[in-house]
């Protein structure tokens, strides 16, 4: 059984609101970068200036922004979700900031689950055909759109927040 946190409990601290509102803003440039790309490719594909802020390792883009609009529009809501959740933190309104966290790194956390379950996926859908015998037509981490995504890492970042919050940490024990 868990029990109730009280209105003092659920108050962070100036390094957790830091580094909430820095994940936040990554979350929103790159979902603004998605949406923008996904909108210049899908619908203006005779438009030639794409954005990438990511950098280059081994031929793998990391973060790898691909032309997705509806993808940008999560990760941006997902970054002003947490904006708000610091904002109403600043605002003494200690209950509603610790819901709008927890809906935020809950989203985070998905999005980032799912990411793996669609690398995962794609690893599975280059190598099937060895069951049967067939050619294998290979799977790399630097060509699949999917490989090191802004959803992936992240999510990674949103992570250690589950240790460092107690409102989250207790929602989800409750859930248990």
Do not use: C
Not at 5 to 17: I, S
Not at 43 to 68: K, T, Y
Not at 112 to 122: A, F, G, Q, R, Y
């Amino acid at each position: 059984m868990t029990r109730l946190l009280t209105e003092e409990e659920m108050r962070v601290g100036v390094w957790v609101k830091a580094y909430v509102l820095a994940v936040a803003t990554l979350y929103v440039i790159y979902g603004l970068l998605q949406l923008y790309n996904g909108v210049i490719s899908w619908w203006f594909p005779w438009v030639e200036s794409r954005v990438n802020l990511s950098v280059n390792f081994l031929d793998v883009r990391i973060p790898n922004i691909f032309p997705d609009p509806f993808s940008g529009l999560v990760l941006t809501l997902v970054g002003l979700i947490l904006v708000r959740s610091i904002q109403l933190h600043n605002k003494r309104l200690y209950v509603k900031a610790a819901g709008f966290l927890f809906v935020g790194w809950v989203l985070g956390v998905i999005l980032m689950v799912l990411n793996v379950l669609i690398i995962v996926s794609d690893i599975i859908a280059a190598y099937y055909p060895l069951l049967w015998g067939s050619e294998v037509e290979g799977w790399s981490l630097a060509t699949d759109p999917w490989g090191i995504s802004p959803h992936l890492l992240l999510g990674i970042l949103l992570i250690p927040l589950y240790f460092f919050v107690s409102s989250i940490r207790e929602v989800i024990r409750g859930l248990a």
